[in-house]
């Protein structure tokens, strides 16, 4: 179960690994954004340092409007287990986010009260 931690605005951030074609782990933290249902979309500038190879281009609904996006194989650490997936990579991304798929394998616990994060 990976812990995480809320932003000054309620925004939900978790750390996770990014891992280059040499096998090499970056952490990185993440923004969990729900509207987002692939399962990570990183800026175009920073999948120069991962070697990830290119599948396809795909044009998706972002807030906006319609975005072409290039989609990369991609691999990643999140909660001690590594995943192979593809990742959306764009040039109007500020953050990394950690898309909706992500909660259809792992259960989220949001309690912003008790100050409560976990995924997984």
Sequence with gaps: MMQGKFGDKGELFFEIELITADGLNLPVDVMLDT???GFIA????????LGWGFIREEEMR??????LFDIYYGKVLLDE???EIPVFVGEVLTEVLLGSEWLKI???TANY???ILTLG
């Design 35 to 37: 509207g987002f249902t």
């Design 42 to 49: 990183i800026n175009k500038q920073d999948l120069d340092a």
């Design 62 to 67: 972002t807030a906006q409007g319609e975005t």
């Design 81 to 83: 287990q590594e995943y």
């Design 106 to 108: 792992l259960p989220l």
């Design 113 to 115: 009260q008790a100050g």
